[in-house]
């Protein structure tokens, strides 16, 4: 059973820092890309961030260029997400999933649970 858990997410003021994890289990994803969504209250989930499975390949929302970085491990079947700079625009629920990258982006197999991320003005 595929399982992909996140963690890191909580509660920080605007400028700070958040680093998100999420452990993949139950198959092996290193050939798979993986990234992150979030959504925010009445919004519709959106692509944050994309990594390919060799880590070379990187794609950002707009929103978030030059404040996240996405970096994965696969012998621990771990992608992480780096949050700089953060701003109450931030808040959201935070999705790990796992798929293919099209069109820039994450189409995802597989998701995660969501960790929440509040960002204090």
């Known amino acids: 059973q595929v399982q992909l858990v996140e963690s890191g997410g909580g509660l920080v003021q605007a400028g700070g820092s958040l680093r998100l994890s999420c452990v993949a289990s139950?198959?092996?994803?290193?050939?798979?890309?993986m990234g992150w969504f979030r959504q925010a209250p009445g919004k519709e989930r959106e692509f944050v961030a994309v990594?390919?499975?060799?880590?070379?390949?990187?794609y950002y929302a707009d929103a978030v260029k030059g404040r996240f970085t996405i970096s994965r491990d696969n012998a621990k079947n771990t992608v992480h997400l780096s949050m700089n700079s953060l701003q109450p625009e931030d808040t959201a629920v935070y999705y790990c999933?796992?798929?293919?990258?099209?069109?820039?982006?994450?189409?995802?197999?597989?998701w995660g649970q969501g960790t929440q991320v509040t960002v204090s003005s």
């Open positions: 139950g198959r092996t994803f290193s050939s798979y890309a």
């Open positions: 990594i390919d499975w060799s880590g070379c390949r990187t």
């Open positions: 999933g796992v798929g293919l990258i099209v069109a820039r982006s994450l189409a995802p197999d597989y």
